[in-house]
């Protein structure tokens, strides 16, 4: 069984630019969610996709963007990045909808961890 | 709104000693209750989770919690702490009534083992 993988695992960015970071789901979870973990927090909801569809979004801007593609992975955008996105990125995949993402049956990825200069 | 408090951003403790990580929530109802651990340079890996029923429940590495409703507590606590069980520990709630929300997590808390 392969777990979630994401990539890149580092990456420097400047202000300004845009980045996309990526995450392969666990074999067989339909749903991805993505968290924000700033350096000393716990993660924070960034929002989830469920066969392909936004499906609840946390307290971030639209330059936060994502995608789900039919093999169920999905993608990160942040344009026009600001020095407070530096964080370590966490992507989570479950399987069984919607219910699972807050029964806590969730797998997390490693993280990609954004630096921003 | 939901939120969760852990009360104590580091704590070390003797190996072999006795563990208890304190969290407390808010919430208006009786929410999913979770506890992660986090090893430097990973992601999160889920000890045990609370939905209804027995308050004291059993999770993976030897770890266990209680729910205690007139508390609004989740305390993970461990009868002999292992060198290995330095890491980030982090109390989350979900709500049964929304699907689809996302889990609310805690500040976490950092456990160092002293030898």
């Known amino acids: 069984e392969t777990g979630v993988t994401q990539s890149p695992t580092h990456l420097i960015k400047t202000r300004g630019q845009q980045v996309t970071l990526r995450c392969s789901s666990q074999s067989g979870h339909n749903t991805v969610s993505w968290y924000q973990q700033a350096l000393g927090q716990g993660p924070q909801f960034i929002f989830q996709y469920y066969r392909e569809e936004e499906n609840g979004r946390g307290n971030f801007p639209p330059r936060f963007s994502g995608l789900q593609f039919p093999n169920y992975s999905s993608e990160l955008n942040v344009n026009a990045l600001e020095l407070d996105d530096s964080a370590l990125y966490l992507c989570a995949s479950s399987l069984g909808g919607l219910a699972s993402v807050n029964t806590g049956e969730l797998f997390f990825g490693e993280g990609s961890r954004l630096t921003v200069l | 709104a939901q939120s969760v408090t852990q009360p104590d951003i580091h704590i070390t403790v003797s190996e072999g000693a006795s563990l208890e990580l304190r969290c407390n929530y808010s919430y208006g109802a009786t929410p999913y209750l979770f506890w992660y651990v986090q090893s430097p340079g990973q992601g999160l890996q889920l000890l045990l989770k609370?939905?209804?029923?027995?308050?004291l429940v059993q999770g993976i590495k030897g770890f266990e919690a209680e729910f205690k409703r007139s508390q609004s507590s989740f305390n993970l606590r461990k009868p002999s702490v292992h060198w290995s069980d330095a890491a980030e520990y982090f109390c989350?709630?979900?709500?049964?009534?929304?699907?689809?929300?996302?889990?609310?997590f805690g500040k976490g808390t950092t456990l160092s083992v002293s030898s």
């Open positions: 609370y939905f209804s029923g027995d308050t």
């Open positions: 989350a709630v979900g709500a049964p009534e929304q699907a689809g929300t996302a889990l609310i």
